[in-house]
């Protein structure tokens, strides 16, 4: 099956601090999405973005479909922005389950 | 409403016991989703439900019993669990299977099977 890696791992920023989060998947993909996972559990979807860039705030994401990886940018990043944030993939064809990466564990001191 | 609800968020059974989790939406969602998640690890899709139809069986065990009674609501019937099943349960739904339209996800269930 597909998969999927995400890097860094874990990511330490003091508030304000700008990060990039790196998504890279080992096949083609019809869907591509961005979760932020809080500390209480809760999955909020950020973005749907197979491939191009979009904004929403002050996160951003983009995708080079051709070249197998997204970004997620987080700028002047805040402590509500803690959690774990998920990248996760589905190939083409009728599959319709969605592979999560392991995901990056963001830490952003006051 | 934009939101999925799940019931109960904590609950702790016996090996020997049958409990339900539940889940709702009232978003006209035709997809919905069980997931489960160990502590630290990403979510592990269990079973799709398209148009009330399961669509996906991750190859779950039978003590997990998914039912979908109508477009709205969501089950899962518990059975003779082990320890190991602790763990988050969530449910999420999205306007078709392709998640096009994107996911939205409950906030879960704490289970803890002793």
């Known amino acids: 099956g597909i998969q999927v890696e995400q890097s860094p791992p874990d990511l330490i920023l003091q508030e304000g601090a700008n990060s990039t989060l790196r998504c890279n998947f080992s096949?083609?993909?019809?869907?591509l999405q961005w979760f932020h996972q809080n500390p209480w559990g809760q999955l909020i979807n950020l973005f749907y973005?197979?491939?191009g860039t979009k904004q929403n705030g002050r996160l951003s994401a983009t995708t080079v479909a051709t070249e197998r990886y997204s970004l997620l940018y987080i700028s002047s990043s805040q402590t509500t922005d803690s959690g774990v944030y998920f990248c996760?993939?589905?190939?083409?064809?009728?599959?319709?389950?969605?592979?999560f990466g392991k995901g990056t564990l963001l830490t952003v001191n006051p | 409403d934009t939101e999925v609800t799940q019931t109960p968020k904590h609950l702790v059974m016996g090996m020997t016991n049958k409990k339900s989790l539940k889940c709702e939406q009232h978003?006209?969602?035709?997809?919905m989703y069980w997931y489960k998640q160990k502590a630290k690890k990403p979510p592990e899709l269990m079973f799709v439900?398209?148009?009330?139809?399961?669509?996906i069986n991750e190859s779950v065990p039978s003590r997990f019993s998914p039912e979908c009674p109508n477009s709205s609501l969501l089950n899962l019937h518990l059975h003779a669990l082990q320890p190991e099943d602790s763990a988050l349960y969530l449910c999420?739904?999205?306007?078709?299977?392709?998640?096009?339209?994107?996911?939205?996800f409950g906030s879960g269930t704490r289970l803890t099977v002793v």
């Open positions: 996760a993939v589905r190939s083409g064809g009728s599959n319709y389950k969605l592979t």
């Open positions: 973005i197979p491939s």
């Open positions: 999420a739904s999205s306007q078709d299977l392709t998640g096009r339209y994107g996911y939205t």
């Open positions: 096949d083609s993909v019809n869907n």
């Open positions: 439900y398209s148009y009330e139809k399961l669509s």
């Open positions: 978003m006209g969602h035709r997809a």
